[in-house]
């Protein structure tokens, strides 16, 4: 059974810290692409970070780059995701995705990508709130 579990979510300052873990098991992690996405209230989804499963290249949606990122450790079976200096409109939930597609890490966190159940997996998220 296919499983993503995310954690590390909470309530942080602006400028704070958090890093967010997602644990898998069910499935070959090595041979999947990863990312994280996250939906602010009222939004779509959107992709934050991803890593391309072919040669580790990762992509960062514009308002995270230098602040936010995305690791993997196929041995423990996991993805994190270190999010520095936090703003408000970082708020929101963030989901642990996988996808076994072979693309850039740009296509794997498009939204225009379609997503296929039993192809591409995702944990039920970790509510992010960044405020003072």
């Known amino acids: 059974q296919v499983q993503l579990a995310e954690s590390g979510g909470g309530l942080v300052q602006p400028g704070g810290s958090l890093t967010l873990s997602c644990s898998t098991s069910?499935?070959?992690?090595?041979?999947?692409?990863v990312g994280w996405f996250r939906q602010a209230p009222g939004k779509e989804r959107e992709g934050v970070a991803c890593m391309s499963k072919s040669d580790g290249s990762v992509f960062y949606m514009e308002s995270v780059k230098g602040r936010f990122t995305i690791s993997r450790d196929n041995g423990k079976r996991s993805v994190y995701l270190r999010m520095n200096g936090l703003k408000p409109e970082d708020t929101g939930v963030y989901y642990c995705?996988?996808?076994?597609?072979?693309?850039?890490?740009?296509?794997?966190?498009?939204?225009?990508?379609?997503?296929?159940?039993?192809?591409?997996?995702w944990g039920k998220g970790t509510a992010v709130t960044v405020a003072s």
């Open positions: 069910g499935f070959t992690m090595d041979y999947y692409a």
């Open positions: 995705m996988a996808d076994p597609r072979t693309g850039t890490a740009q296509s794997m966190c498009s939204s225009d990508l379609p997503r296929y159940a039993g192809m591409t997996y």
